[in-house]
């Protein structure tokens, strides 16, 4: 895994609503995932690619997973593409990734995991679906799934799925 960032990569972070920790801490977090994620997934970013990261509580992405996805409740992580690949290089505006807290907080402890890890997690999550990486069909998610374990344990992080009824939903 390399240890930073492109140079010309933009991860913009904004804490909308809920009890997230420090704005600096969630940069730390989602950064490193998000390095991880590019590095081990071997994903191609334009020049002066974007991703933007919107922490909130369940209340707003209850709304938003109504609106682009017909579920009347709240979820874990959404997320928007941005621009279409040219080839197979992404950006530069990848998209938005959303996160809702109380649902993140109330999985993590039912799964019995830290509320970091599982925010490293749902951030390669949020971000494969933003390189068009889905889990509609079995195949799809056998793939997604056996991506984001490889991602994860580049980061000491263990396997979310084993044992667990854990679904991520927010697509």
Not at 53 to 63: M, S
Not at 69 to 79: F, M
Request: proline share 5%; charged share 25%.
């Amino acid at each position: 895994m390399t240890s930073a960032l492109p140079e010309d990569f933009v991860v913009d972070v904004a804490v909308e609503a809920g009890d997230w920790p420090d704005e600096n801490d969630l940069t730390r977090l989602t950064e490193a995932a998000i390095c991880a994620t590019l590095s081990t997934g071997r994903l191609q970013v334009a020049e002066n690619s974007e991703v933007s990261l919107l922490f909130t509580d369940d209340a707003a992405i209850r709304k938003l997973n109504g609106q682009w996805r017909d579920k009347d409740k709240p979820t874990n992580v959404l997320s928007f593409p941005g621009s279409d690949p040219v080839d197979e290089t992404y950006g530069p505006l990848l998209g938005d990734i959303v996160f809702g807290f109380e649902t993140m907080v109330s999985e993590a402890r039912d799964m019995g995991v830290d509320f970091s890890d599982h925010l490293s997690h749902l951030t390669v999550h949020g971000l494969l679906h933003l390189f068009d990486y889905d889990h509609q069909t079995n195949e799809e998610a056998e793939l997604m799934e056996g991506l984001e374990k490889t991602i994860l344990a580049s980061l000491g992080i263990d396997d979310p799925y084993a044992g667990s009824p854990l679904v991520v939903d927010g697509n």
